[in-house]
């Protein structure tokens, strides 16, 4: 008997304002899979990885994700100039990832500590551990949120654009810690618009163009036919339309 996936879409409409972003999607994520998010802008990448996090809620359809909801998942979204303005040192950020762990208010123990430098060391960031956040470089906060990440130590990651604006010895860093997750069996979802790095480091992939256009091996998805069927989806969506007919249950 097979294993249940680790994320499975049912109909799943995704929308902001009635207007959908993501419609009608069908589709499960085995659990272990590591699988890029690709497709045009507003093609609706990042509104389903909101939908997965429970930060957006669906107009239709249902997530259904396998480890005791969505609890049970890490979402890294887009680096915003916020965060990098917050004040806060970059041992506290990090250790933000033991949360869920002991709470908002609870001081970290010694073990807790050494399991934040631990982190951070992982991801060459050893020795910044009291640097303001607003002292670092786009490379050095992306480094510093993926420490995060290992820190809450969920069996699914969602991560959005999180090579963006970054230099490539940290893109080459962060995608060995990507790769390493993956041979620890987690079912990690990443939106990438480098397709280069989708060929090279991701072995399945998910095309959508607001609606799913193609899942599976990467090399039967990064087709020119299929990016060019999606790339003509998304220049035919009317932002203004009303919401799209849902299908009648029988």
């Known amino acids: 008997m097979s294993a249940p996936p680790a994320i499975r879409f049912e109909n799943l409409t995704l929308g902001y304002e009635r207007h959908p972003a993501v419609h009608h999607l069908e589709a499960e994520i ?30 239709d359809g249902h997530v259904r994700l396998r480890e005791h909801g969505r609890a049970r998942l890490a979402y890294m979204p887009q680096r915003s100039e916020l965060e990098g303005d917050f ?12 949360w869920r762990e002991i709470g908002a208010f609870r001081s970290l123990d010694r073990a807790r500590r050494q399991r934040v430098s631990d982190a951070l060391g992982a991801v060459g960031m050893a020795g910044f551990e009291m640097r303001s956040i607003g002292s670092l470089s786009g490379g050095q906060l992306q480094r510093a949120r993926f420490a995060r990440l290992i820190l809450q130590d969920e ?37 990438m618009h480098d ?41 035919a969506f009317d932002e203004h339309a009303s919401e799209c007919p849902l299908p009648e249950t029988v």
């Open 30 to 59: 085995p659990a272990g899979a590591l699988v890029a998010v690709v497709g045009p802008n507003g093609a609706g990448k990042s509104t389903l990885l909101k939908g997965i996090a429970g930060e957006l809620r669906p107009l």
């Open 87 to 98: 004040p806060v040192s970059v041992f506290d950020m990090t250790a933000m990832g033991l």
């Open 155 to 191: 069996p699914v990651i969602l991560l959005d654009e999180p090579f963006a604006a970054i230099d490539a010895r940290t893109v080459d860093d962060l995608v060995r810690l990507i790769l390493h997750w993956h041979t620890e069996g987690r079912t990690i979802l990443t939106v």
């Open 195 to 235: 397709f280069g790095q989708v060929r090279r480091h991701f072995p399945t992939c998910l095309l959508l163009a607001r609606e799913l256009v193609a899942f599976g091996p990467t090399a039967e998805v990064m087709t020119e036919a299929l990016l060019a069927r999606a790339q003509r989806l998304s220049e």
